[in-house]
Nanobody
Framework: QVRLVESGGGLVQAGGSLRLSCATSGRAFSSYSMGWFRQAPGKEREFVAA???????YYADSVKGRFTISRDNAKNTVYLQMNSLKPEDTAVYYC?????????????????WGQGTQVTVSS
């Protein structure tokens, strides 16, 4: 069992930055690929970014060049650095863990999910 706890969300003005963290408990964090997803009000949850256990990163086109995903295996934590934030980035952000190293853009492949953290970007 892997428990995921997100933090770092909040209210920020457009153009600002936030860094989300996802702390995990349980064994073998380094063997999991990690992803970030988000869900805006009235919309379906969508892929944001992922990092495989082999350190390969993937990004949604909407965040490419603005967001950076990273992981610290010694701290069992994955991060999402979000820069140049836009009002359309407003959503609840979820981290998730997958035993796969492929098709990480798809929610179906994730085994564990956090509770989410709210990010609100004001214009």
């Amino acid at each position: 069992q892997v428990r995921l706890v997100e933090s770092g969300g909040g209210l920020v003005q457009a153009g600002g930055s936030l860094r989300l963290s996802c702390a995990t408990s349980g064994r073998a964090f380094s063997s999991y690929s990690m992803g970030w997803f988000r869900q805006a009000p009235g919309k379906e949850r969508e892929f944001v970014a992922a990092i495989s256990w082999g350190m390969i990163t993937y990004y949604a086109d909407s965040v490419k060049g603005r967001f950076t995903i990273s992981r610290d295996n010694a701290k069992n934590t994955v991060y999402l650095q979000m820069n140049s934030l836009k009002p359309e980035d407003t959503a609840v952000y979820y981290c998730a863990a997958s035993s796969r190293a492929y098709l990480l853009e798809h929610q179906d492949g994730y085994d564990y999910w956090g509770q989410g953290t709210q990010v609100t970007v004001s214009s």
